[in-house]
C-alpha cells in the first residue's frame, strides 16, 4: 500500500491524516501470503518525518502445530512505524538516511510504502504454534496417523504404549 505523503511532510508536526489500508495481499516469504480484507492506518506528522500507526486483519494460509494440516486462518496485526524523507519537500534537497535502521525511508517522489511494515509485522504477530482447531487431536506418537482423520489403535497396545521409539523398529529390519 502506497501513500502520497508530500502535502502531509508541509504540515505542522502533530497533524494527523487518517487512510483505509486496500485490500489486497502481501508476500510474507516464499509461497506464503497474507490476504489483507481491510484496515487502517493513521499518519501523524513528526519531527522527523511520519509515525505510521494502524491495524490490518486478514487471513492467511497456515500448517497446523499438532497435525500438520494446512488451515486458513484469520489474524490481525497492529504496527507502528517511522518513516523518514529521502528529498525535502520545500528545497528539493537530498536528506541524508537515518542513523536509526530500523526507520523506513519514504521515497524520492514522497510516497510512502507500508507494504514492508505491514509484512514484518505480521510475520512477527503469527502464533508460535498455531493450531487448525482447539479440538485437534494431532498425530499418533507411534504410527503417525493424523487422529482427527481416523482414530488410532496403537495407543491401545499397552507394550507399545510405554515406548515411545517402537515406531522406529520397523526401521531396523
Request: aromatic share 4%.
Amino acid at each position: 500500500m502506497q501513500i502520497n505523503v508530500a502535502q502531509l511532510l508541509k504540515w505542522p508536526v502533530g497533524t494527523p491524516r487518517i487512510h483505509p489500508i486496500d485490500a489486497g495481499q502481501t508476500v510474507l516469504d516464499e509461497g506464503s501470503t497474507f490476504t489483507i480484507s481491510g484496515g487502517r492506518v493513521r499518519l501523524d506528522r513528526i519531527p522527523s518525518g511520519v509515525l505510521a500507526r494502524g491495524d490490518v486483519e486478514g487471513a492467511l494460509d497456515q500448517e497446523c502445530g499438532r497435525c500438520l494440516e494446512t488451515f486458513r486462518a484469520p489474524l490481525k496485526a497492529h504496527f507502528e512505524e517511522q518513516f523518514a524523507p529521502s528529498i525535502d519537500v520545500a528545497t528539493g534537497a537530498v536528506i541524508p538516511p537515518p542513523d536509526d535502521e530500523l526507520t523506513f525511508v519514504i521515497d524520492d517522489n514522497h510516497i510512502l510504502d507500508l507494504s514492508e511494515a505491514i509484512r514484518q509485522n505480521v510475520i512477527a504477530s503469527l502464533p508460535i504454534n498455531p493450531r487448525c482447531s482447539e479440538t485437534c487431536l494431532g498425530l499418533c506418537s507411534l504410527c503417525g496417523g493424523n487422529r482427527n482423520i481416523d482414530p488410532c489403535t496403537c495407543l491401545e497396545d499397552e507394550e507399545n504404549a510405554n515406548r515411545p521409539f517402537a515406531a522406529l523398529r520397523s526401521l531396523l529390519n
